[in-house]
């Protein structure tokens, strides 16, 4: 899989992701913000950080970049684009995924392992992932309190639009870190193309780690390819 | 030259934690009529021109495409020479 990483000014979760990528012998490249192309990826990466250190909101100045027009026009072609955190927040603001991300209700950056449900299998994202399993993935944020109008809401749940929700160890939706709306950690578009999702999980796939469940995502999206090549 | 002096408000829909917080650092304080703080950004952009009704259209269109998001914020401004 050929995979293009893109490092705003202030991104930090850059390398970790490519490295995963490095791991599992893709051919992965770090491309920088103000280039023009995305050198023919299979698969798009926004990684976490602080972009134009979240001045005016976060992600709504890394927009503007120059490489951002070309994730735009990869993703309405139907390319994969996967934006983790701050990555979920500049894909937020650039129309690609509905909804916003706005401070931690209890106004804290918060940093832990936290559980996530798989609520559907139906993505590239989550091929082969049994609906309701549960990951261990860490979390990392500031302004991860996913928030959405009420008729937005219907339609991300109409359209099985929810890809991860916050859970407690059982599954249960008891454990809301953030004060996210209907407990949302990770949404797709409606072409099931583009994922953004707060949880790190390029941060859990390395046997270093105390966690190696976002393994389980990227091991998803290897299915993906290989039932698609 | 104009100055635009705009504010970016959280919609009324939206929950704010920071007023939140600040409401209950006011009622600490014994400011116990204080029933509710919304938290708001103010940004002033001034302008080579004297145009008020083009400006006004620029400051739109700049609010429209960055300041605000309008998922969940809205906008208004004054338009003043200076």
Redesign the interface.
């Known amino acids: 899989m050929r995979v293009s990483v893109i490092t705003f000014p202030g991104s930090n979760c850059d390398h970790d992701a490519y490295e995963v990528f490095k791991s599992r012998a893709h051919d992965a490249k770090l491309i920088w913000h103000k280039d023009h192309d995305l050198e023919d990826p299979d698969l798009v990466i926004l990684p976490g950080g602080f972009s134009y250190g979240d001045y ?2 976060c992600g ?1 100045l890394a927009r ?1 970049s120059p490489i951002v027009n070309e994730v735009l026009a990869f993703a309405n072609r139907g390319g994969l684009v996967m934006g983790i955190c701050n990555g979920f927040q500049i894909l ?2 650039t129309g690609l995924l ?3 991300l ?6 804290k950056f918060i940093c832990k392992h936290q559980f996530i449900r798989v609520e559907t299998s139906n993505s590239p994202f989550s091929k082969g992932i049994e609906p309701g399993t549960i990951l261990d993935i860490p979390i990392a944020h500031k302004e991860g ?1 996913y ?3 009420e008729s937005g809401l219907n339609s991300l749940q109409d359209n099985d639009q929810v890809l991860f929700r916050y859970c407690d160890v059982q599954g249960e939706y008891q454990d809301n870190p953030n ?1 996210a709306i209907d407990n949302i950690a990770g949404i797709i578009n409606t072409k099931r193309n583009v994922l953004g999702m707060m949880p790190h999980p390029e941060r859990a796939a390395t046997d270093s780690v105390s966690s190696q469940d976002g393994r389980k995502i990227f091991q998803a999206l290897e299915r993906y390819f290989d039932g698609r090549n | 030259m104009l100055i635009a002096k705009i504010f970016v408000q959280l919609k009324p ?3 704010d ?2 007023g939140k ?1 600040v409401t209950n650092s006011l009622h600490n304080l014994g400011f116990n009529q204080v029933h509710e703080t919304r938290i708001s950004k103010y940004i002033e952009i001034r302008f080579d021109s004297n145009d008020k009704t083009e400006t006004a259209k620029q400051v739109e269109k700049i609010c429209d495409s ?2 605000a ?1 309008p ?2 914020e809205t906008y208004h401004f004054e338009l003043q020479e200076c």
């Open positions: 005016l909101r709504a503007f937020t603001e509905p909804g916003t706005l401070m931690n209700s209890d106004l309190n928030f959405i109008d004060g | 829909s939206v929950l934690p920071q917080a960055l300041l998001n998922n969940t």
